[in-house]
């Protein structure tokens, strides 16, 4: 038997025996293993008195360390928070419930019937000895608390309203205005048909005259008018803009825009759009002339091919296009010559914004037949005087833009052309008559 693998039990059981009689050391172990197991004894009990003694020196430096974070707390007498809050009043027009100021005690209040309570209903007493929340307060819900009327005016309140009774030179629903000597300039005058009588009523004791929408009074108190408010002066003294795109007419009580000739007026009622006099067949044009819709009319137009001269004839091929016939092989001005000249009509409001993309020109080629390699375009005529340029946009197409404001009425012609090149050997050019028509309005 090893003396150190002996369960602690044993070893207490048999050294029990050893100090009680020497028969028991024979029946329970020899002299050799009584040594062994008092060794073993004394190395357990010196094991716990080391680590008795470290917990008992951690115990010590958390003791001590507690104790000093206690001495840096301040003092009872410094730190202890008040049991009550101050005294609290009820708020004037208003009720308080309650008569408890201690820490958790609830006051509440209430308002009188016709003042509204600002602020909260209820403040708690906190720890801290201060009231929660703000001040309470009682506000008159009177129409006429807010003081509207000004200038030294009488504020009377009827049902949920209220009304200014203004003293001598003073006018307006808050006697904001002075009264007025003379009549503004957005006011019409002089006019039976745009004035009115005031339309007055008895309110405790006071006289109170109102006028239609659309006028305003005018003159005393005693003898007071009501006149035409001129919206379309209005609206302009306000720099607020065009109150109509075109024409504002005043009249009484009101206003309405008008349009000028060869216009409509749109459902805002204040914008105008060009009638098409062509599609709606409101023309007068006769048999062989088109109709071609102008911004507040129309033309009757007829375009006819170039003269005849030498080897170049032309054909009409649609009414607005006329095509070369063939030429001999020998006639170089004849190849020369527009192989097709074409005709467009545009119309154009005052002050479009530049720059604009007026009209584009393209080749056609015909199916199986390679098309040429190269395109040139040009303006080759007309009374433009610089306010156009023609450019390529693409490969096969270029693009005629209008690049100064134009200002109408007026009548502007330009030709263009298209010239045909393959492998650099000219092919054929290509004419385009463009007729403008600029309008008098920006509309």
């Not at 919206?231 to 825009?257: A, F, I, T």
Request: net charge neutral; glycine share 8%; aromatic share 6%.
């Amino acid at each position: 038997m090893t003396v150190s693998r002996l369960p602690l039990c044993l070893l207490l059981l048999c050294l029990t025996a050893v100090l009680s009689s020497d028969a028991a050391v024979q029946s329970c172990m020899d002299k050799h293993q009584v040594v062994g197991v008092l060794r073993q004894m004394e190395k357990f009990l010196k094991g716990q008195e080391v680590r008795f003694t470290e917990g008992l020196r951690i115990m010590k430096s958390k003791l001590a360390t507690l104790q000093n974070s206690v001495s840096k707390m301040p003092q009872a007498d410094q730190s202890a928070a008040p049991t009550t809050c101050p005294s609290l009043e009820a708020p004037v027009h208003g009720t308080k419930f309650g008569s408890k100021y201690f820490v958790g005690h609830e006051i509440h209040f209430t308002c009188s019937q016709g003042y509204q309570l600002v602020g909260p209903t209820t403040r708690v007493c906190q720890e801290n000895g201060s009231w929660s929340g703000i001040a309470t307060l009682c506000k008159d819900m009177s129409v006429c608390a807010s003081n509207p009327c000004q200038n030294g005016g009488t504020c009377v309140e009827t049902v949920n309203q209220y009304k200014c009774t203004c003293p001598q030179k003073w006018s307006g629903p808050h006697c904001q205005h002075p009264t007025q000597t003379a009549p503004p300039e957005w006011s019409v005058v002089n006019d039976p048909a745009f004035s009115r009588k005031p339309r007055c009523a008895q309110v405790n004791r006071a006289q109170h005259c109102s006028c239609d929408a659309g006028f305003h009074m005018s003159g005393t108190s005693d003898n007071s008018i009501c006149q035409d408010v001129n919206e379309c002066e209005v609206y302009r003294l306000d720099q607020g803009g065009k109150l109509c795109v075109h024409e504002c007419v005043n009249v009484p009580g009101s206003y309405h825009c008008s349009c000028p000739s060869g216009y409509k007026l749109l459902p805002d009622g204040r914008s105008c759009e060009d009638v098409d006099e062509c599609l709606s067949q409101k023309h007068n044009c006769t048999s062989g002339t088109t109709c071609i819709n102008t911004g507040g009319g129309f033309q009757c137009v007829s375009p006819e091919c170039p003269r005849s001269h030498g080897h170049i004839h032309y054909v009409k091929t649609s009414p607005f296009q006329c095509e070369r016939n063939p030429c001999p092989m020998d006639s170089r001005s004849c190849m020369l010559a527009p192989k097709t000249v074409s005709f467009h009509y545009l119309s154009l409001s005052s002050n479009l914004q530049t720059p604009a993309t007026l009209f584009r020109m393209a080749t056609a080629t015909a199916p199986g037949r390679t098309g040429p390699d190269s395109l040139r375009f040009g303006i080759v005529g007309g009374n433009s005087r610089g306010m156009f340029v023609m450019q390529r946009s693409d490969r096969q197409t270029g693009e005629l833009i209008l690049v100064q404001q134009l200002q109408g009425p007026q009548e502007i012609s330009i030709d263009v052309d298209m010239s045909e090149y393959s492998d650099r050997v000219f092919q054929a050019k290509h004419v385009a008559k463009v007729h403008i028509l600029v309008s008098p309005y920006n509309f």
